[in-house]
């Protein structure tokens, strides 16, 4: 690595693919389907490990970053999933297949670990090029299953149909998904990023900062189990709220101290706020929209959401340097609140229809 301070860039790489690929992803799933879309992202997957490997053996921290990008466009079009399973089913079930294809991302959170457990020293002395081969493996055996699958095809007419997206963008109730949708990722990737890096700066060990972080993926996930019946029986806009609260919470328990068990409580607590909130408002996002439409409104807002996540990506590293975790910690209720503020303003744009 060239400098110290470009410690978060390769993260901030993979949020920047993240954003640059969802409006691409969105324009092909419109004109081709979802299939094609998501062939495209296991291709991003695929090229992304194969080339963190060959970064790894050569020691090239700038060809890493290219790599993380593309590991962020995979990511990107893995997040839309989502969407596409709550296309398969009728309308009242569209909260369940959304948190349900969210609480897959519990294996991840523990295969994940193991299978770069046993596979970093595999390549030696190469540490982890071994297990980004693995992640290349995992992207391609994940586009033969896809190639299995029957996804519904696109309307008649979705490439060129439905309303300009000027106009659904004013509505109150996307506004408000939007918004609560950005602050939920932003602050779960503000945070996120700077932990690990706040624990090692605070003398806590390398394991304890794996350990929280494993924990924290888990918390994200594991309540997909339930999100969308809480949803079903309270509503979106509730079921947000909470998570927006839950968020709170975890940030002013952070600020009680800098023990082991500070960080793992704040940040499982994050998680579940981040789950609770992301997923009510990809919930209140389906609510914006006619069947034509859905393609280019749900990559419009994931745009929204990852491509303000950049921001956060990159200012994280830098205010935890410059200002300390206190500060880092702070400034994440400035977002919080103006996401409360937008929620409770639009209660009956956010329940309306289409």
Request: glycine share 10%; hydrophobic share 55%; with cysteine.
């Amino acid at each position: 690595m060239p400098n110290a301070a470009l410690a978060t860039l390769p993260i901030s790489m993979f949020v920047v693919g993240m954003a640059a690929s969802t409006l691409p992803a969105g324009a092909i799933a419109r004109r081709h389907g979802r299939l094609a879309a998501f062939l495209m992202g296991t291709g991003y997957g695929v090229l992304g490990g194969v080339v963190a490997a060959f970064a790894t053996v050569i020691g090239s921290f700038w060809l890493y970053c290219v790599a993380t990008f593309f590991g962020g466009a995979y990511a990107s079009v893995v997040a839309s999933f989502r969407f596409a399973a709550a296309d398969c089913v009728s309308p009242e079930r569209r909260p369940h297949a959304l948190s349900f294809v969210m609480a897959g991302g519990v294996f991840a959170g523990v295969i994940g670990p193991q299978l770069v457990n046993n596979t970093m020293y595999l390549w030696m002395p190469h540490i982890f090029a071994a297990s980004y081969l693995a992640q290349a493996a995992v992207a391609a055996i994940s586009a033969l299953l896809l190639l299995g699958i029957r996804l519904p095809k696109p309307p008649a007419g979705e490439a060129a149909g439905g309303r300009p997206l000027s106009i659904i963008a004013r509505q109150p109730r996307f506004i408000t998904a939007v918004i609560c949708g950005v602050v939920s990722y932003l602050l779960m990737n503000f945070l996120m990023t700077a932990a690990p890096l706040a624990m090692r700066l605070c003398g806590l060990s390398q394991e304890s900062s794996n350990l929280a972080i494993q924990w924290h993926v888990i918390a994200m996930y594991l309540p997909g189990f339930f999100t969308g019946r809480l949803i079903t029986l309270f509503g979106a806009p509730r079921v947000v709220m909470s998570g927006l609260v839950l968020m709170g919470i975890s940030a002013a328990l952070a600020l009680t101290g800098v023990d082991v068990a500070h960080f793992w409580v704040a940040l499982t607590v994050l998680g579940i706020g981040w789950n609770f909130g992301f997923v009510g408002a990809s919930a209140l996002v389906l609510e914006c929209h006619r069947p034509e439409e859905r393609a280019s409104v749900q990559s419009l807002n994931d745009f929204a959401v990852f491509g303000t996540m950049t921001f956060g990506s990159f200012l994280s590293g830098g205010l935890l340097t410059a200002y300390g975790w206190n500060m880092v910690l702070a400034l994440s209720f400035v977002p919080l609140t103006m996401a409360v503020i937008a929620l409770a303003i639009t209660p009956r744009a956010c329940s309306a229809q289409a």
